[in-house]
């Protein structure tokens, strides 16, 4: 199935870095509080807070699109819409891993 992909290669860059940042939410996680921000568009207060296993839902909803992108790739023809689908998951797994990580480094314990 990867080799019917032309940029499966990117879409497997991108699934790593998903698998990276949940390993290290797993080791990390005693350093992090109960409670961290995650719902930055909500109103300030209790509304933006989260538990620490709400943390993964940012790499699940990542995860998600990659598969959805890789997917619609398997389906068209069209070569640039492909090299399209498969950079913005990457960069789509880049700002997820940014997003993380900056929360982890605000409200951790390090």
């Known amino acids: 199935m990867w080799k019917k992909a032309i940029y499966g290669n990117y879409f497997l860059v991108a699934i790593f870095v998903n698998l990276a940042v949940v390993l290290s939410l797993i080791i990390f ?3 992090l509080p109960p409670q961290v921000p995650l719902f930055y568009g909500r109103p300030a207060g ?3 807070l989260t538990t ?3 943390l993964f839902i940012a790499p ?3 995860f998600l699109i990659i598969i959805i ?3 619609i790739c398997l389906s068209i023809k069209d070569g640039f819409l492909k090299k399209i689908l498969a950079i913005s998951s990457i960069v789509i797994s880049i700002l997820m891993a940014i997003t ?3 929360i982890a480094l605000l409200v951790g314990f390090f």
């Open 52 to 54: 620490t296993l709400g």
């Open 60 to 62: 699940i909803a990542s």
């Open 100 to 102: 993380i990580t900056k």
């Open 69 to 71: 992108n890789f997917l």
């Open 29 to 31: 996680r005693g350093f």
């Open 46 to 48: 209790n509304a933006q």
